[in-house]
């Protein structure tokens, strides 16, 4: 049982490259997240799917994409990176209601 | 909007030393609380979480957290720290019938053997 899993772990891009994360879950979540995770300012959500099919914005959406593939996989793209998006991506997985997430390792970002 | 304050940034103590974070949150409904921990260079793990029934939660590794309602307040405890207890805690809340948390900006903590 892996858990959440995310690759990939660190990835350096020049400004205006695009990129995928890639992020999946074996618990059979239908809630998952992406945060993005900032010296001083915690966990900010940047969207997050309810379930398969449906995503919605979280506090920090603009220049991201995202992806919810199947149950397991929820992807988030860059576009056109800005080095305002240097930061660490974590992907989270949740049971619903109950709202415990939990979190995969994280992607460190950089972006020149 | 639902807030979360954390209102220690860093804290430093000595090994033995009693341990209290504060959490304060700006929701007045139902709502569910959690502390996540994140050790240096890994993912959050969830320390304890609290749902409904006894305001006292205990949580892995020691640690315990009270509820006070009247107050808004979910603050964390350890009687008694450890170096192995240096991290970041966070403390998040969501609301009833959502299942999106609301994240305080962290707390780092350092422990001195």
């Known amino acids: 049982n892996a858990g959440v899993t995310q690759t990939p772990k660190f990835q350096v891009l020049k400004t205006g490259q695009s990129m995928t994360l890639q992020c999946a879950q074996d618990m059979n979540h239908n809630s998952m997240y992406w945060y993005r995770q900032d010296p001083g300012m915690g966990l900010r959500l940047i969207y997050y799917?309810?379930?398969?099919?449906?995503?919605d914005k979280g506090e920090v959406p603009n220049g991201y994409n995202v992806s919810r593939l199947n149950k397991r996989e929820f992807s988030l793209r860059l576009e056109s990176a800005a080095p305002s998006q240097t930061s660490v991506y974590f992907c989270a997985s949740s049971e619903g209601t109950t709202g415990t997430q939990y979190f995969g390792p994280g992607t460190r970002l950089l972006v020149l | 909007a639902q807030s979360v304050s954390q209102h220690n940034h860093h804290v430093i103590l000595s090994e033995a030393a009693s341990l209290e974070l504060g959490c304060n949150y700006s929701?007045?409904?139902?709502?569910?609380l959690f502390w996540y921990v994140q050790y240096p260079g890994q993912h959050l793990q969830l320390l304890l979480k609290?749902?409904?029934?006894?305001?006292l939660v205990k949580g892995i590794k020691g640690f315990e957290a009270e509820f006070i309602k009247s107050k808004f307040s979910f603050n964390l405890r350890k009687p008694s720290v450890q170096w192995s207890d240096t991290a970041e805690y966070f403390c998040a809340v969501n609301s009833y019938n959502t299942d999106k948390l609301i994240f305080g900006t962290g707390t780092r903590l350092q422990v001195f053997p």
């Open positions: 929701y007045g409904g139902t709502v569910n």
């Open positions: 799917s309810a379930s398969e099919g449906t995503t």
């Open positions: 609290y749902f409904s029934g006894d305001p």
